[in-house]
């Protein structure tokens, strides 16, 4: 008994979300035997492609991991023999007739489960879903679907966009992919709160004086200049990826680890918090700039973006959680592109020690002695705290040094891709890591209002250099809640 059939239908199969993501993670999950026996993925696009020619064009992106290059190819070879395609228009119920009868065809009657993974832009995710009438599948087991960002613009067009995939689908076969949320430090953020007695009780007001969520790329919009263009990086980045790990930071302990226990936490914060104004926030655009005889490209220069666009490429923002547990504590989240380095974080900053006896061997920088937890999501994930230590030897001088967790010191398998995670928990039906509409309502609540202000005011960012560390608006927004970066620090 080799169980249920699965397919795994890729609409949008030629894009680059497809071939950079989803085929490589497909063929790791496989690769690692984690995908049920009995498989097949399609591709499906309105691309003219054989299956013979999706095979090569997938090819290029598979990569075996480093310490498994034993076995690829013949892998490799074996898992394209499961990769077929079928060319077709996005609102053409004819044309995904004709797939479905192809998916009928190898499912040669058995219980069957299919998985469709829309990677479109949202602005047909709905045609796709009616005209492939998804809910009412000919298959004999779940169908399932999985959407990503952007899901909407405001509350109303997400709400809108909710609404009408609810008509062809149901909310349990909705699976709102938010791809941090797949990512090793974001699932251990839980794991080492709720499972280590020295965190879980000084996880509040009473000991964190500020929370900070940093992200930040050092390259620009490249190439995605048209899309970004209309979304900018608050949309991009802050309402979704940095609001997830906020809310999955701040939460009350789950009744249990089920999807809805946590997910219902989730919820809590978002509506425990307080929708974002102008003056909660800072905003920035990247400017040309030259260094090293290099120069680089401004936002503006790209040939997708209006040259007078106002368009944020960078943000700050701070955020406050009115409830019991974190009643004043700012939660300070960046985001931007173009800046000096490539990184996402989690910060914690614990307050100072009171009556603190080795008050004078620290100066008049008080705030150099406390404790800093970090979670550094990527590139080279770590968990670090910061500490004071003796420095050894004869008198008493002290100094900071980090309790360090570098995984690549402490695991030696290399960690897997987001998508990976996020691919397998679909198939699995565990919803753990996917949006519930409800989250999505309450993220646009939070920043619907703000949005609508920047653009109404035709608030003007200010310009930073590409590859600087951003601009100064942030340090003030910073400051004026008493708190200082630590990833600049
Ligand atoms: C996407 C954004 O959701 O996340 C991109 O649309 C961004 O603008 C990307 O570059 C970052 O993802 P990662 O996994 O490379 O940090």
Not at 44 to 70: F, G, H, P, V, W
Not at 95 to 117: D, I, T
Not at 153 to 180: A, N, V
């Amino acid at each position: 008994n080799v169980g249920p059939h699965l397919s795994i239908t890729i609409v949008g199969a030629s894009g680059d979300l497809a071939k950079k993501k989803i085929f490589p993670a497909l063929f790791a999950l496989y690769y690692e035997d984690w995908l049920p026996e009995n498989f097949i993925v399609f591709g499906y696009a309105r691309t003219k492609m054989t299956d013979e020619e999706l095979r090569n064009m997938i090819s290029r992106t598979l990569t075996c991991r480093i310490d498994q290059r034993e076995n690829c190819e013949d892998k490799m070879d074996r898992f394209l023999k499961r990769c077929f395609y079928h060319s077709g228009q996005y609102d053409s119920e004819e044309h995904f007739a004709e797939l479905n009868r192809k998916l009928q065809e190898k499912e040669a009657g058995k219980l069957s489960n299919r998985l469709f993974y829309l990677s479109i832009p949202p602005n047909i995710f709905v045609n796709v879903v009616k005209c492939a009438s998804l809910r009412a599948s000919s298959t004999s087991g779940w169908t399932r679907v999985i959407v990503e960002k952007p899901f909407g613009r405001d509350s109303e067009s997400s709400g809108e966009l909710t609404r009408c995939l609810k008509l062809y689908l149901t909310e349990d076969q909705i699976f709102r992919i938010d791809h941090y949320l797949g990512k090793e430090l974001v699932e251990n953020l839980s794991v080492l709160r709720f499972s280590n007695l020295v965190f879980e009780p000084l996880w509040s007001r009473n000991y964190i004086r500020n929370v900070q969520l940093i992200f930040s790329e050092d390259f620009g919009t490249e190439g995605r200049g048209g899309y970004f263009d209309n979304y900018g990086i608050i949309r991009d980045i802050m309402q979704n990826h940095l609001l997830q790990i906020l809310a999955l930071f701040a939460m009350e302990t789950p009744v249990s680890l089920d999807a809805e226990d946590i997910r219902n936490e989730k919820v809590k914060v978002l509506r425990s918090m307080r929708p974002l104004q102008l003056e909660d926030v800072a905003v920035g655009q990247y400017k040309g700039h030259s260094k090293g005889g290099k120069s680089y490209p401004a936002y503006t220069d790209d040939p997708t973006v209006p040259n007078n666009s106002l368009t944020p490429t960078f943000a700050a923002a701070a955020l406050f959680i009115n409830n019991a547990r974190w009643d004043g504590v700012p939660f300070l989240m960046k985001a931007g592109k173009a800046l000096h380095t490539k990184r996402a974080e989690i910060r914690v900053q614990f307050r100072h020690v009171p009556g603190n006896l080795y008050k004078r061997n620290f100066g008049t920088d008080l705030d150099k002695a406390t404790n800093d937890l970090v979670l550094r999501v990527q590139p080279d994930e770590a968990i670090y705290l910061k500490i004071n230590n003796k420095v050894p030897g004869l008198g008493m001088r002290l100094d900071r040094s980090d309790l360090n967790l570098l995984y690549r010191a402490r695991y030696s398998r290399e960690i897997p891709d987001a998508y990976e995670r996020l691919l397998l928990d679909a198939v699995e039906g565990e919803r753990r890591l996917f949006i519930r509409s409800d989250e999505l309502d309450a993220a646009w609540a939070l920043f619907t209002p703000l949005l609508k202000e920047l653009e109404q005011k035709k608030i003007v960012p200010e310009l930073y250099p590409y590859g600087s560390r951003g601009p100064v608006g942030a340090h003030y927004l910073a400051a004026k809640h008493n708190v200082r970066w630590g990833d600049l620090s």
